[in-house]
Nanobody, 121 residues
């Protein structure tokens, strides 16, 4: 099995910063893409940022220049640094990991439990 543990959410004022972390553990051979999604009340889940195993990144337009995704392959961990937070960033944030699992070496997609980010205006 593979487990994802998220941390770092909370309440922050507009203009503030938060850093989310997501650590993967378990029967992992290697990790391919890692990413962060978010879901606000009444809205569909959307991709916020993603990073490949080679370090290439992409972001949804609304967070470009404010959020930075990174990963530490030695720790199987992905981070999301969120700066200049806005009220509209309020959502539950989920990490997403595509990993090759032992012993099948097939790629599976895993989700974190979600962490609430609330930005007060």
């Amino acid at each position: 099995q593979v487990q994802l543990v998220e941390s770092g959410g909370g309440l922050v004022q507009a203009g503030g910063s938060l850093r989310l972390s997501c650590a993967a553990s378990g029967s992992i051979f290697s990790i391919n893409a890692m990413g962060w999604y978010r879901q606000a009340p009444g809205k569909q889940r959307e991709l916020v940022a993603a990073i490949t195993s080679g370090g290439s990144t992409n972001y949804v337009d609304s967070v470009k220049g404010r959020f930075t995704i990174s990963r530490d392959n030695t720790k199987n961990t992905v981070y999301l640094q969120m700066n200049s937070l806005k009220h509209e960033d309020t959502a539950v944030y989920y990490c997403n990991v595509k990993a090759l699992r032992i012993p099948t070496y097939l790629e599976y997609t895993y989700w974190g439990q979600g962490t609430q980010v609330t930005v007060s205006s």
